[in-house]
T-cell receptor, first 112, second 112 residues
């Protein structure tokens, strides 16, 4: 079965600190995504990538960076964490356009 | 721009009753619509999908029909169960086809 693994599963970060969320997929998928989930906003796309060493901005990229060092790995980086970035973050992968997106179990990030 | 609209934020109903969750979309792309379900503290998972106009698609007792004339893809079930309590997202690829746009989600709460 398709597998997307996120780490850590939860994290408490200090305002102004750096946070890195990691994602690993064993699906052999080209596309990887980072979504943010907030009540009342659904799932919003932060960054995505369709090939290693390249990333694209999603709908809400401000305050986030992404890194795709290999097909399997995709990281989300918060250089200066802020209170407004408290949310649940989901990594996902898919094989291409119009195909099923497989999600990881999410990372609950709390910025204090 | 591309968008997906879900009009109900919360639907509360009694076990055994029918349910319909609304989804309308706006896209210049040939539409490909998805419904994802997210149970509490779990990852979103694909429930069903369609790109064929006026054809009913079914999975796990849920069904939906894509109507391009009205830009709709409403999700229905004839008789809900307690286990159907979850968050339901409608989604559609953007015009570029390389990422999904999600609605804000509809939370379904089924009471005994």
């Amino acid at each position: 079965e398709a597998a997307v693994t996120q780490s850590p599963r939860s994290k408490v970060a200090v305002t102004g600190g750096k946070v890195t969320l990691s994602c690993h997929q064993t699906n052999n998928h080209d596309y990887m995504y980072w979504y943010r989930q907030d009540t009342g906003h659904g799932l919003r796309l932060i960054h995505y990538s369709y090939v290693a060493d390249s990333t694209e901005k999603g709908d809400i990229p401000d305050g986030y960076k992404a890194s795709r060092p290999s097909q399997e790995n995709f990281s989300l980086i918060l250089e200066l964490a802020s209170l407004s970035q408290t949310a649940v973050y989901f990594c996902a992968s898919s094989s291409g356009q119009n195909t099923e997106v497989f999600f990881g179990k999410g990372t609950r990030l709390t910025v204090v | 721009g591309d968008s997906v609209t879900q009009t109900e934020g919360l639907v509360t109903l009694t076990k055994g009753l029918p349910v319909m969750l609304n989804c309308t979309y706006q896209t210049t792309y040939s539409p490909f619509l998805f419904w994802y379900v997210q149970h509490l503290n779990e990852a979103p998972k694909l429930l069903l999908k369609s790109s064929t106009d006026n054809k009913r698609t079914e999975h796990q007792g849920f069904y939906a029909t894509l109507h391009k004339s009205s830009s709709s893809f409403h999700l229905q079930k004839s008789s809900v169960q307690l286990s159907d309590s979850a968050l339901y997202f409608c989604a559609s690829p953007t015009s570029a086809g390389n990422k999904l746009t999600f609605g804000i989600g509809t939370r379904v709460l089924v009471r005994p």
